[in-house]
């Protein structure tokens, strides 16, 4: 089940300035380097933890509605579904009611339940159905959990002083284990 991006974060766990001061770097030159170690950073702990840390917007496809009626996220934690379509087999695309589907946002990863009885099933075997959700732990940096924005800041340390790295030498700081192990998302 492919999770698609559609909207990334809009801000980062960390703003330049930030970053900067935990690099000691107080100079401009690096500054576009920086900034895109901050992107790279916060892209490696959500791979380590399987979470988005600032709210996202997602497509997920799917080709058939499950036989269970639970569709687990593959994208957490699970904030809202936005919209869900189903597509003819013609490419026509049919918006469905949002009351068809309850959620479990409280658990991980996040469950959208189907009321299978009051969805059609898709048009097309492939990539018939299109569900847009949100996810995320909030709009900004302030609603990301203090672990995982040091996990930022210990990988973007580790992606600055190691760049010119390769190989073994290049291997994350034992700590950053330490600091995304309880935040990790398991697989059902």
Do not use: C
């Not at 703003?15 to 992107?39: G, P, Q």
């Not at 479990?104 to 159905?129: E, F, H, Q, Y």
């Amino acid at each position: 089940m492919p999770a698609i991006l559609l909207a990334g974060p809009t801000v980062e766990p960390l703003t330049l300035a930030e970053a900067k001061t935990y690099l000691r770097v107080d100079h401009e030159a690096e500054d576009a380097l920086i900034s895109s170690l901050i992107t790279a950073a916060r892209a490696t702990v959500e791979a380590l933890t399987r979470r988005v840390l600032i709210d996202q917007s997602w497509r997920i496809v799917r080709d058939a509605w499950p036989a269970s009626g639970l569709i687990p996220v593959p994208v957490n934690p699970l904030k809202a579904l936005t919209a869900v379509r189903v597509i003819g087999a013609a490419g026509t695309e049919t918006a469905l009611p949002l009351d068809a589907f309850a959620l479990d946002t409280a658990r991980l990863p996040g469950l959208i339940k189907v009321a299978r009885g009051a969805v059609p099933a898709p048009g097309r075997s492939l990539a018939g159905i299109a569900l847009d959700i949100t996810a995320g732990h909030g709009p900004d940096a302030d609603h990301v959990p203090s672990p995982l924005v040091e996990a930022v800041r210990v990988v973007l340390a580790h992606f600055y002083e190691h760049r010119d790295v390769a190989g073994p030498g290049a291997a994350f700081p034992a700590r950053l284990d330490a600091l995304v192990a309880p935040f990790r998302v398991t697989r059902l």
